[in-house]
């Protein structure tokens, strides 16, 4: 069974940086397209950035130039690292991963909570 699992989340406080992984099992993670999304209280979730199975990165305007998304694909894992966090980006942070066979996978999410 395919599983994604998240970790790195924590205290953080505004401007300061966090890193998040990503570890995939049971599927072949390198074919896959790996997204991060966030979603905050009260709030819908939302994409944050993108991977391709290749390592070209996508991000939605909100986080160009703090975030990066990268990944490993020999270790099964990806990678959110964020900088310059404001206080909007306290959120349960995924991670999903899909591809053009319609297999999509998410994670349990991990709390990214911004506060001085």
């Known amino acids: 069974e395919a599983q994604l699992v998240e970790s790195g989340g924590g205290l953080v406080q505004p401007g300061g940086s966090l890193r998040l992984s990503c570890v995939g099992s049971?599927?072949?993670?390198?074919?896959?397209?790996v997204s991060w999304h966030r979603q905050g209280p009260g709030q819908e979730r939302e994409l944050v950035a993108t991977i391709s199975s290749g390592g070209d990165p996508t991000y939605v305007d909100s986080v160009k130039g703090r975030f990066t998304v990268s990944r490993v694909n020999a270790k099964n894992t990806a990678y959110l690292e964020m900088s310059s966090v404001k206080p909007n980006g306290a959120a349960v942070y995924y991670c999903r991963a899909r591809n053009g066979l319609n297999n999509n996978y998410w994670g349990q999410g991990t709390q990214v909570t911004v506060s001085s």
């Open positions: 049971g599927l072949v993670f390198g074919r896959y397209v």
